[in-house]
């Protein structure tokens, strides 16, 4: 697999990371650099172990994982969306949907990165030799934690300029990504 397909498979793999990190950065309404940093690094993380665990469970549980991860994705989303809506429309003392706690991000980082486990099955089913599996790991990783930068940085301006509940927004979002995936699992889209 070339740099180019590499770069390109990097960058829509990190799209969920991107929408998901926005919605969260909506919720968090202010510009935290370190929780940011934190969500950068777990959503590159899990985006680059993801192939790398997929790679190596190779073609003998591509079946078993392949009848369930859009399922489990779309669950653990709507789940994280739908806390999201209601903690928009709750009093600031009242809220408990945390975007800022480990236990949301490492949530939100397994959620967004079951597809990457999918496309590290692939890499075992074309024979991607170590080298180029290392390889392919440090450029979705990285391209993960940067557009998961990108996306809480915007979500957290765009959260502080507009009052309107915006968390709630950022839940809908969530809720759409997960019923995007399922929908395009199931062969909808």
């Not at 969500?39 to 591509?62: D, N, R």
């Not at 236990?103 to 939100?108: A, G, K, M, P, S």
């Not at 075992?124 to 990285?142: P, S």
């Not at 502080?160 to 915006?166: D, G, I, L, S, V």
Request: proline share 2%; glycine share 10%.
């Amino acid at each position: 697999m070339g740099l180019l397909a590499l770069i390109l498979l990097s960058i829509s793999l990190a799209m969920d990371c991107f929408s998901v990190s926005l919605a969260a950065g909506v919720a968090m309404r202010r510009f935290d650099r370190r929780t940011f940093l934190r969500m950068g690094l777990m959503f590159g993380l899990f985006q680059a172990l993801m192939p790398l665990l997929g790679w190596s469970f190779g073609y003998s549980l591509s079946n078993l994982i392949r009848d369930f991860d859009h399922w489990l994705a779309f669950g653990l989303l709507v789940f994280l969306g739908i806390r999201m809506i209601v903690e928009g429309f709750r009093d600031e003392d009242h809220k408990t949907f945390d975007p800022n706690s480990w236990r949301v991000i490492l949530t939100l980082s397994v959620a967004t990165s079951i597809d990457a486990l999918a496309v590290g099955l692939t890499f075992a089913f074309i024979n991607m030799d170590l080298l180029q599996l290392f390889e392919a790991v440090a450029i979705i990783g990285l391209g993960s934690f940067l557009f998961a930068l990108a996306g809480s940085a915007i979500g957290a301006y765009v959260g502080n300029k507009f009052r309107f509940p915006m968390e709630a927004v950022g839940g809908v979002v969530l809720i759409g990504i997960g019923t995007k995936i399922l929908l395009e699992h199931l062969g909808y889209i």
